[in-house]
């Protein structure tokens, strides 16, 4: 049984790593347990883990993970160093009507974004594509989120 997300101010204040209690781990650990399934859980950094050692993957799930990195371009140099055929990265994105044709990152320098300290950077959808595209193999694809693009200029891709 997944417990209750706390939305308090304390939660937020709390160390955002919590290896112990995997916060958003937990219908993962569902689906794991409902399906029989075998595969096995990595609990580590990801900048910080010989990729070698943990292998490489027909898909790769970067959910939610790229607007953290403080390094976006190794870290995307890791993603595809583990993937063998599809990474799929969901990340938070910025758009500028009219600035479509340039790719752009935004930088959060304190807790602009969300009140999180750890999340650094936005990229356009050029940005993200391109990067994608320089650090990876083959063609990148985006799928904007219609739920917060773009007339909230803070996009989901």
Not at 18 to 38: I, M, N, Q, V, Y
Not at 83 to 94: G, S
Request: hydrophobic residues 35%.
């Amino acid at each position: 049984m997944c417990p209750e997300r706390d939305n308090s101010k304390a939660f937020r204040n709390r160390p955002y790593f919590r290896p112990s209690e995997l916060p958003g781990k937990c219908g993962f650990d569902t689906a794991h347990d409902l399906l029989g399934s075998r595969v096995q859980t990595v609990v580590a950094d990801f900048m910080n883990t010989d990729v070698k050692e943990v292998g490489n993957f027909d898909v790769v799930l970067f959910l939610g993970v790229l607007y953290h990195m403080k390094y976006p371009l190794e870290a995307l140099e890791r993603l595809a160093a583990l993937t063998r055929e599809v990474a799929v990265i969901e990340t938070e994105a910025v758009f500028l009507p009219g600035l479509e044709d340039h790719a752009f990152c935004e930088f959060f320098e304190k807790e602009e974004l969300q009140n999180d300290p750890t999340n650094w950077w936005a990229p356009n959808e050029k940005a993200l594509i391109a990067c994608a595209e320089q650090r990876g193999s083959g063609t990148s694809r985006s799928y904007p989120s219609s739920l917060a693009c773009p007339s909230s200029h803070a996009c989901g891709y």
